[in-house]
């Protein structure tokens, strides 16, 4: 598996997303720890959570705590595996998701996720989504805290536009490592803020790379180039897509969600497609 950087750590070019072996549809925790571990032996060392990934009220950090089920019945070396979750996202079991940047949420949110995870420092934490009740400043000035105080060992932001990519930098001190931000064929309006990661250096890390997972099988139906181009390669649509976006810059990491081992061993195999010019050229102008 080749690699990429995200601050001074170097991970798999593939993450994996958690969210849906934890929300609505998700399988039973077996199917999930074979696909963790799936991807585990597959060479991926970035598995991408957070503490809203849950499906009822009474079940806060469902992901996190199934993430550190896996990883410590993995019978091989989890040592180089980055661990990112996040903070400031909330689901009060009605379906729907709310906010709360608070420092004081974050603060709290960060402690609990340090036990579910059972680990001293988190890997890296993310401000979940901006707070309009709360000035940002505030909100990745928490952030800015939990780094100094060793609670976690990169700081990074999401669902963010250039402004505050900027000024979330500015106020951790240029020790800000990555951004993610939606981004897949069929929302193609974070490339602003890509392109932004790649000038300053940043980590970009797609989430839902392939569309929202009730989409995600549909990517060559709904998106005609990206079979055709599958076809030629003798490969799967999706994984010509993230090898699309892995092309766009190196600072991109796409982190596709899976609930199901098969998925994401096609996902990773994306690392080793190289597309021609004119196939990105084609891919890009897909509207």
């Known amino acids: 598996m080749r690699t990429r950087r995200i601050g001074d750590a170097q991970v798999s070019e593939i ?41 009822d009220a009474g079940e806060v950090g469902h992901n996190e705590l199934l993430i550190a089920r896996a990883l410590a019945s993995f019978g091989g070396d989890t040592s ?15 379906g729907s998701w709310t906010q709360d940047g608070s420092p ?8 609990a996720s340090l036990k579910r995870l059972g680990v001293e420092a988190i890997g890296l ?12 400043a505030d909100s990745i000035g928490a952030i800015r805290d939990l780094l100094d105080a060793g609670k976690i060992r990169y700081a990074g932001i999401s669902n963010t536009n250039p402004d505050q990519i900027r000024e979330a930098n500015e106020i951790l001190g240029g020790r800000l490592v990555s951004v993610q931000n939606q981004f897949s ?13 790649a000038e300053m250096g940043i980590a970009f ?29 003798g490969v799967s649509p999706q994984q010509v897509c993230l090898a699309w976006m892995l092309a766009k810059a190196p600072v991109v990491i796409p982190i596709p969600g899976s609930s199901r081992p098969e998925t994401i061993l096609d996902s990773v195999k994306a690392a080793d497609l190289r597309l021609s010019d004119d196939e990105l050229a084609r891919l890009d102008s897909v509207q």
């Open 80 to 94: 180089g595996v980055l661990v990112a979750t996040k903070g400031g996202h909330l689901r009060p079991g009605d």
């Open 15 to 55: 993450g994996l997303g958690g969210m849906p072996m934890s929300i609505e549809g998700r399988p039973d925790e077996q199917r999930s720890i074979a696909t963790i571990h799936a991807a585990l032996e597959a060479g991926v060392t970035l598995i991408d959570t957070a503490d809203s990934y849950h499906r």
């Open 125 to 136: 934490y993310q401000f979940h989504r901006p707070d309009p009740k709360v000035p940002y």
């Open 205 to 233: 890390l797609p989430w839902a790379p392939l569309g929202r997972s009730s989409h995600a099988g549909e990517l060559g139906s709904r998106f005609a180039p990206f079979a055709e181009v599958a076809q030629a390669h």
């Open 185 to 197: 064929p069929a929302f193609r309006s974070s490339e602003p803020e890509l392109e932004l990661c």
């Open 104 to 111: 004081d949420h974050l603060k709290k949110a960060c402690e």
